[in-house]
């Protein structure tokens, strides 16, 4: 940081600094403050489509992935009203799919898992909808399991072909907006791309085929460690 592009902010009462142009959730993990969210991984392009990063900015709900640090700012993020409303969107996303950690090839790796766990859902105080979706194996690579899409974009927003073209897209609308594969570029998807997929995915609906995960069950990420242990978002590998 050069000195005349540091601005000053406050962040659950703790004095942190932030480059211009930094986003408030970058800025507090700069800060060793972890804000924690689904939709955002570091080299994607921020969305703000989770809602569970939102904080209040001045009293004022806003998204942290999105929105910038400007001079004086005061953020709150650890507070029991905002982790309540995180808990709620949880257990809305839950109970909107079919996620059955015991069967999903992704457990211990699963970023809903992990917050799950880490804001201490147990029942959720939603009905279970228990959707009827399908398991689309139709592509030589990669299995695509609707019943565990939480619609967070990452796939759409961080894989694209050489030419900069979107390998998925959403299709159809409302309840019933599901993520596809670009039918004329299904075909030619690489091992690389399948792979980058399935890592970017923070759930279970995007395996690739014949490979699966290198490490068991039980020695993953967030076996070992909660989630927010580092503060750092996930990265996506290049
Ligand atoms: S397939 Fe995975 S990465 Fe893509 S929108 Fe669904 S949950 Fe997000």
Not at 66 to 76: D, L, R, W
Request: aromatic share 6%; with cysteine; hydrophobic share 35%.
């Amino acid at each position: 940081m050069t000195m005349n592009k540091i601005i000053h902010f406050k962040l659950d009462g703790v004095d942190c600094q932030a480059e211009k142009g930094q986003y408030i959730l970058d800025a507090a993990a700069a800060n060793g403050i972890w804000i924690p969210s689904l939709c955002n991984m570091k080299g994607i392009k921020p969305h703000g489509s989770c809602r569970i990063c939102t904080v209040k900015v001045n009293g004022r709900p806003m998204t942290a992935c999105t929105t910038p640090v400007v001079e004086g700012m005061v953020v709150e993020s650890n507070t029991e009203e905002l982790n309540d409303q995180r808990k709620q969107i949880l257990e809305m996303l839950f109970v909107e799919g079919n996620h059955f950690c015991p069967a999903c090839e992704r457990s211990g790796n699963c970023e809903l898992q992990a917050l799950v766990y880490r804001f201490r859902v147990a029942v959720p105080r939603f009905a279970f909808q228990f959707p009827v979706r399908n398991l689309d194996a139709s592509n030589p690579r990669l299995i695509k399991d609707h019943n565990r899409c939480i619609l967070c974009k990452r796939c759409i927003r961080g894989i694209k072909d050489k030419e900069g073209r979107n390998l998925f897209a959403f299709r159809r609308r409302g309840h019933k907006v599901e993520i596809s594969l670009d039918p004329e570029l299904a075909g030619s998807l690489t091992d690389e791309q399948a792979q980058k997929a399935m890592d970017i995915c923070p759930v279970g609906a995007l395996i690739r085929k014949e490979k699966g995960f290198d490490v068991p069950i039980g020695k993953r990420t967030y076996d070992k460690k909660p989630i927010g242990s580092e503060v750092e978002q996930p990265t996506v590998n290049e």
